[in-house]
């Protein structure tokens, strides 16, 4: 039978607008949080990360903040840009013994229109 | 630095067939990991390598199985393919977390694309 594809979130902003990326986590331990973006036939681009002692990080044009009480992410872009169009995952990063595993959220789809 | 390195970008196979990917991870790295992405799961773990050592395991069947050589690439292995094997496979590296330190950063390759036909 035909597979049925994950429901993408999806956002469209317009050039110039800010944008926020929300997403929920599941792991209450887990302790450091990244956002990746995945650019059409790419790999997932490293955007920005925070651990679990902070609840705020900047970077150039990005936000993430971190509210652990409910598990939620979010990503915040300034000034958005055509270029920033891809979908965006946020991943918890879940260690057992040092390993190093991630565990990623469904995405949102962000078009930014000019 | 150069990036995450993946071989070969594309393949096609049939059923039954088996299949062996490599990667490169960014120099100095010791940690490589898999993913595999599809359009009906996402991105879900195969399995992080560290010094040679496979350190966990996701819930994939024994089909999938992997290794790390002493220079740090590593390559997957899945054998007796089946259509539902058909993904975009990942691999990231990261520095590898040693005991009691801070996660590190996990860095994609492009990925390699496998069809199963």
């Known amino acids: 039978g035909e597979s049925v594809g994950l429901h993408l979130p999806t956002l469209s902003v317009q050039e110039g607008d800010n944008s926020i990326i929300n997403c929920a986590y599941s792991?209450?331990?887990?302790?450091?949080f990244i956002w990746y973006k995945q650019e059409s036939g790419k790999g997932p681009q490293f955007i920005i990360d925070i651990r679990s002692n902070m609840d705020k990080r900047q970077g150039q044009r990005v936000t993430v903040l971190l509210n652990k009480t409910v598990k939620h992410l979010s990503l915040q872009i300034a000034a958005t840009q055509p270029g920033d169009s891809a979908v965006y995952f946020c991943a918890e990063n879940e260690s057992a013994g040092g390993s190093e595993k991630l565990v990623f959220g469904k995405g949102t789809k962000l078009t930014v229109n000019p | 630095k150069a990036g995450v390195t993946q071989t070969p970008r594309y393949l096609i196979k049939t059923r039954g067939q088996q299949v062996t990917l490599s990667c490169s991870p960014i120099?100095?790295?010791?940690?490589v990991s898999w993913y595999q992405q599809t359009p009906g799961q996402g991105l879900q773990f195969l399995f992080e390598?560290?010094?040679?050592?496979?350190?966990n395991k996701g819930n994939f069947p024994g089909r999938f199985s992997g290794r790390q050589f002493s220079n740090s690439r590593s390559e997957m292995n899945v054998s007796t393919l089946e259509l539902g094997d058909s993904a975009l496979y990942l691999c990231?590296?990261?520095?590898?977390?040693?005991?009691?330190?801070?996660?590190?950063?996990?860095?994609f390759g492009p990925g390699t694309r496998l069809l199963v036909l």
């Open positions: 792991n209450s331990a887990s302790d450091y």
């Open positions: 990231a590296s990261s520095l590898g977390r040693s005991s009691g330190g801070n996660q590190e950063t996990q860095y």
């Open positions: 390598y560290f010094s040679e050592t496979q350190r």
């Open positions: 120099s100095g790295h010791r940690s």
